[in-house]
């Protein structure tokens, strides 16, 4: 029973994906304090105020705590804008740069004139709808 274990949690992908949520909640920690250290006072100096904590209405005697609420929501767009900005956008950019001399694979399959279906390039006849294809390209 223990080998069956050993053998689980050492399979190569329980392995990736126990260093990907290590690297992600330390990366998780980057981005935060990113966000409180730099975004968060930037955004206090174009609409002058960066916690809305105190924030709240109330109806009938019963409040709502809305400012909460918007902090976390204005800490998401920042995080997600910080992440899509320092990690997405460079990253992108870096694998376009490594695939850039790569010229794409000859096509293997074609599209069937009457049923659309994939089928070999080299095929005469159509092994979905029996319609007779002509030519490599169709």
Known sequence: ???????????????????????????????????????????????GKPDY??????IHGTVFPIGDFINACVSFFLIAAAVYFFVVVPVNALVARMHKG??????????????LSDIPIEARRCAHCTQLVMGKAA
Request: hydrophobic share 50%.
């Open 1 to 47: 029973m223990l080998s069956g274990f050993k053998k689980f949690i050492l399979r190569g992908n329980v392995v990736d994906m126990a260093v990907g949520v290590v690297i992600g909640a330390a990366f998780g920690g980057v981005v935060t304090e990113l966000t409180k250290a730099f975004l968060t006072p930037l955004i206090a100096l174009v609409v």
């Open 53 to 58: 904590s105190k924030l709240k209405f109330d």
């Open 102 to 115: 790569e010229k794409p694979l000859d096509p293997t399959t074609k599209k069937c004139p009457e049923c």
